[in-house]
């Protein structure tokens, strides 16, 4: 990414469980699975640890042939690795909102989610906060599946959900200010609106190049991104109206 958030100006009122329980979690399940060098309980031979690795994001993943009733089970990615079974299909969608395939992936993520959580948390209240990120995540996963061309590859990563969080913040909280490393390197505070709002321009342009480009696309899920984000923009103008009509008093008990 050309700019990374570094924190946002909105004075929270509260700690933010919900946003940190969700890095937490996110965090574990990475850490527990064969990828990490923390899971020392899986083989250490490289191949059975690539194998390891082929059948934990196969059982695991939200694959879109499987999800929309294409096929039973996916063939495996690896055949010499052989299949699984006993998959619970629509537990993977709701599971594949927390792998990551690197410790760079999960960082990315989470950085996203840690600067504008809090905020959109705040601000519609922790119930709702939580059912509007697992509803988008859930919207991304089969957005993305509706027009993957390659429906046998799972589908991993917090980022779709992350993105409803987003768009959900461009409702309720862009007026913020973000404090922003552009290029990397150089910090400066940005309207929040200007952040998510170039966030969703860029994801919606690779989207667009990719799905149109030779070869099939980039192995990244720009679709999840792009539909998770507009869920959020619907959702959080409904999740906020809900808290304002539910009164002061429910309202801080979530």
Request: glycine share 12%; hydrophobic share 50%; charged share 10%.
């Amino acid at each position: 990414m050309a700019a990374l958030p570094l924190n946002d100006d909105y004075p929270v009122r509260r700690a933010p469980v919900v946003t940190y329980g969700l890095i937490a979690a996110n965090v574990l399940v990475y850490l527990l699975s064969p990828q990490a060098a923390t899971a020392v309980w899986y083989p250490a031979d490289m191949l059975e640890r690539f194998c390891a690795v082929d059948a934990y994001f196969m059982r695991w993943g939200a694959i879109p042939d499987e999800i929309l009733g294409r096929a039973a089970l996916a063939e495996p990615l690896t055949p010499e690795c052989g299949g699984i079974e006993g998959k619970s299909v629509w537990f993977s969608v709701l599971s594949s909102m927390f792998l990551h395939g690197g410790a760079m992936h999960l960082l990315g993520n989470m950085v996203y989610l840690f600067v504008f959580g809090p905020v959109v948390e705040d601000r519609i209240g922790r119930l709702r906060y939580l059912l509007l990120y697992v509803l988008t995540g859930v919207v991304a996963v089969y957005g993305h599946a509706l027009v993957d061309m390659d429906g046998g590859v799972p589908m991993i990563g917090a980022s779709g959900a992350i993105s409803g969080v987003l768009g959900a913040y461009l409702v309720v909280q862009f007026r913020s200010r973000v404090t922003t490393l552009v290029f990397g390197v150089v910090p400066m505070r940005l309207p929040g609106w200007a952040v998510v709002g170039s966030y969703f321009a860029l994801q919606y342009l690779l989207y667009v190049t990719s799905s149109t480009a030779p070869g099939g696309g980039s192995g990244v899920a720009y679709a999840a991104h792009v539909y998770g984000f507009i869920a959020g923009l619907i959702a959080a103008p409904v999740a906020f109206r809900w808290r304002r009509n539910s009164g002061t008093r429910l309202s801080d008990a979530y």
